[in-house]
């Protein structure tokens, strides 16, 4: 089975509609369902759950759902959502249910069970310990304009892989869209040191007169 790790889209907030609907804050668990699935639920890292896993995704979750192009048994949201409630931390799932509703404009798709932001906390309720879910749900988060919440999952993100380069990064953007620059230029120093291979958070550090070089 494929294990992919859905790109983070550090700069995603400048695809912040106006007037699309939101949640000032997570949506509380009790209105988001219980976890318990009729076929699953089914932890996405656990290789012991590569069969199961192979048996969801060609039918509810193949490329032109992935892609937000159409649903594939029936409306799109409908098919991501039996993704999302047989596997919910499903990192692939999770990035094209917050894509799809940012670019519709709405906070709950069309077929599926729950409010977007409730798959966020239905995949933290599953399995709390799971940085891609965190990074993922960061990246929604920018996009609703909610910064210090981004912040602060990414925060966890990194908590539990300190060295990936990509969360580093990712939160060193964060930390800067919240005017932290002594924290953006921490995380910007690690991500670096780690490979990450884009200047662009060194870059925007430097047009604001706030990057620091790393001490030696």
Not at 106 to 111: A, T, Y
Not at 118 to 125: G, K, L, P, T
Not at 163 to 169: G, L, Q
């Amino acid at each position: 089975m494929r294990r992919v790790r859905p790109l983070l889209q550090p700069l995603l907030a400048a695809l912040l509609l106006a007037g699309m609907a939101s949640p000032s804050q997570a949506a509380p668990k009790k209105l988001c369902g219980q976890i318990a699935n009729s076929f699953g639920p089914f932890d996405y890292n656990d290789p012991g759950n590569a069969q199961n896993i192979a048996m969801v995704e060609p039918h509810h979750f193949p490329e032109e759902v992935e892609l937000g192009i159409r649903g594939a048994t029936g409306p799109l949201g409908s098919d991501i959502d039996y993704t999302l409630r047989a596997i919910p931390n499903h990192p692939r799932a999770l990035a094209t249910m917050a894509r799809v509703g940012i670019r519709d404009k709405v906070s709950q798709l069309p077929g599926a069970m729950f409010p977007v932001e409730c798959y966020f906390v239905r995949a933290m309720e599953f399995q709390p310990d799971d940085p891609a879910v965190r990074a993922t749900y960061a990246t929604y988060l920018m996009a609703l304009g909610k910064l210090e919440m981004a912040r602060d999952q990414l925060r966890e993100a990194v908590a539990l892989a300190p060295e990936d380069p990509t969360y580093n990064y990712n939160l060193g953007l964060a930390y800067y869209k919240t005017k932290q620059y002594k924290e953006a230029n921490d995380s910007a120093h690690k991500a670096y040191a780690l490979g990450f291979p884009l200047p662009g958070l060194k870059q925007l550090l430097v047009t604001a007169g706030k990057w620091q070089d790393p001490a030696p």
